[in-house]
């Protein structure tokens, strides 16, 4: 029955389109021009960001902070924190060890915020909103650099370059002090970027250390030498191992240094002794300056080179625009010294990479996919009709992926190289029967519109129960759906068009592609 009403009213229209090619050339040119005209509108990224029900809260505080003040000051954000009626529990950890390949200092605190079922939030907002809500009622607090993230998301950003964020800003240089400053204007630029968040900048400076300078000509009127000195400072703080005690099969070192109280203090250290040849015990003081001093905290390095990090991550807009935006306002407005550079790092490296590999799958598939057409219908105009299918079937993913205000990303590439199976599919059927009735001796035209007739249900029976598939993965809103959503987006919008193809636009243009019946005949 419904096979009759579809039947019933295609028939008219395929005729329709079949004694005018033009039209169907026109529409096909039409769908063409809205993918071209969509397609730069689209954002790209790496892959859409998981929701994944929890969030974690990295605070980045002074590096010379003492462990207890930063206990304090994680417990005044684990307060705040909890005001805030969808966030169920809080659990901090300060630093981390130094076993494994990321250890944390004091300074640097992880706040795993676990949230309450979703139905309770205010407003049935979604996480990226909820997220927003907690970084404006959480404020600021003085001197704390606070960064946004989620578990599984801040290891594989880790992983990536080292930060815990989307995005990473590398900026290479030879001085730490040049590098600073740089990299301080850079960040001031990105801020001002829309979808910027959580701004941060390597903490390469800001160790408290103690700096001892030896007066060369002040030992040599002692004829004290420079070795002695550095051993008896190195000795008297930092320790020397004068020996082993034995417990079973077990050994200690004994470790031989200064009382905590003579050399705790730069005061103290001042006054450490140093035995001159004659004998003579000379104060530190008068042999070198001690003075404290701020230094360097990391100096990080990759290829022999180094650098450091400005990273941030991006919310309410795709990365790769942000990172173009990004990239435009850095050239125009900070000025880099000869010999310094700038690369981009995090999702977007990764985005790049995939779009090289794809670069050189998608045309490897398509060229294997034509040889393939070839050798099945030995036609090389048969092979172009059915190739015909791929532009308007990218189209409708392309107009989908508008609609539903998606990026364009890993997932929906996968999507885009699903549909050219299925729209590929479609096609070889259709030319398939349009050459058995070729060759039974009917007509071009009689041939097209007869076999776009006998063809219509096993052609709307491969898109519909493809669609009909994909629809659960397209309206699931578990974790996870964020990746599977922009595969299926595709290939559903693409099925559309390259359906309206297959039915409309081939059997008009099948005449200009169709077999030679009587050149076959001969052979």
Do not use: C
């Not at 035995?275 to 360097?296: D, H, I, N, R, Y």
């Not at 990090?309 to 125009?332: L, P």
């Not at 006998?454 to 759906?481: E, K, N, Q, W």
């Amino acid at each position: 029955m419904i096979v009759r009403i579809l039947l019933r009213l295609y028939k008219p229209v395929v005729t329709f389109f079949v004694k005018h090619r033009i039209l169907s050339i026109t529409l096909a040119v039409i769908i063409m021009a809205v993918g071209v005209l969509i397609f730069p509108r689209l954002g790209s990224e790496f892959t859409p960001t998981l929701q994944e029900g929890s969030l974690v809260m990295r605070l980045q505080m002074a590096p010379s902070i003492s462990l207890t003040e930063s206990t304090r000051i994680t417990m005044l954000a684990e307060k705040r924190l909890m005001k805030i009626p969808e966030i169920r529990e809080v659990v901090t950890r300060i630093g981390r060890g130094e076993v494994g390949a990321h250890t944390d200092p004091i300074n640097s605190a992880e706040m795993f915020i676990l949230l309450k079922p979703k139905n309770t939030w205010r407003g049935r907002a979604s996480q990226e909103d909820l997220e927003q809500i907690i970084r404006n009622e959480f404020g600021e607090i003085p001197g704390v650099l606070t960064n946004f993230t989620q578990p599984i998301q801040m290891t594989v950003d880790e992983l990536l370059e080292g930060v815990k964020a989307e995005l990473a800003v590398k900026l290479f240089g030879d001085d730490l002090d040049v590098l600073k400053s740089k990299a301080e204007e850079i960040a001031g630029v990105l801020r001002d970027i829309r979808g910027a968040a959580d701004i941060q900048v390597d903490q390469v400076s800001g160790k408290p250390q103690l700096k001892i300078k030896v007066d060369r000509h002040a030992i040599a009127r002692y004829g004290i030498n420079l070795a002695d000195v550095q051993e008896v400072i190195r000795t008297a703080i930092g320790g020397e191992t004068a020996g082993q005690i034995f417990d079973g099969i077990r050994r200690f070192d004994i470790l031989v240094r200064f009382d905590a109280d003579f050399r705790n203090t730069p005061e103290a250290i001042k006054e450490i002794l140093i035995t001159s040849p004659s004998g003579v015990k000379v104060p530190l003081s008068q042999l070198a300056t001690v003075e404290e001093v701020v230094g360097p905290r990391q100096i990080t390095r990759e290829k022999a080179q180094r650098f450091i990090t400005i990273q941030s991550n991006v919310i309410g807009r795709d990365i790769g625009s942000f990172v173009h935006d990004g990239q435009k306002a850095i050239d125009e407005q900070v000025i880099l010294p000869a010999g310094y550079l700038t690369t981009w790092g995090g999702q977007f490296r990764l985005q790049q990479e995939a779009n090289k590999r794809f670069a050189v799958v998608i045309p490897v598939t398509l060229l294997l996919i034509f040889l393939l057409l070839f050798f099945s219908f030995n036609s090389l105009k048969n092979s172009i009709l059915i190739l015909l299918n791929i532009p308007l079937a990218l189209v409708g993913g392309v107009v989908g992926l508008w609609i539903t205000e998606q990026n364009l990303s890993v997932p929906s590439s996968v999507g885009f190289i699903a549909l050219f199976g299925i729209a590929l599919e479609n096609g070889m059927v259709l030319v398939t029967y349009f050459n058995q009735l070729l060759r039974e001796g009917l007509e071009q035209d009689e041939t097209a519109i007869n076999g776009a007739m006998l063809r219509l249900r096993p052609v709307l029976m491969t898109a519909v129960t493809t669609a009909l598939g994909l629809i659960p993965l397209l309206l699931s809103t578990g974790t996870g759906s964020e990746v599977q959503r922009p595969l299926a987006t595709v290939v559903i919008g693409g099925l559309f068009t390259s359906t309206v193809l297959t039915l409309l636009v081939l059997p008009a243009l099948y005449k200009w592609f169709a077999i030679d019946v009587e050149t076959e005949n001969e052979n």
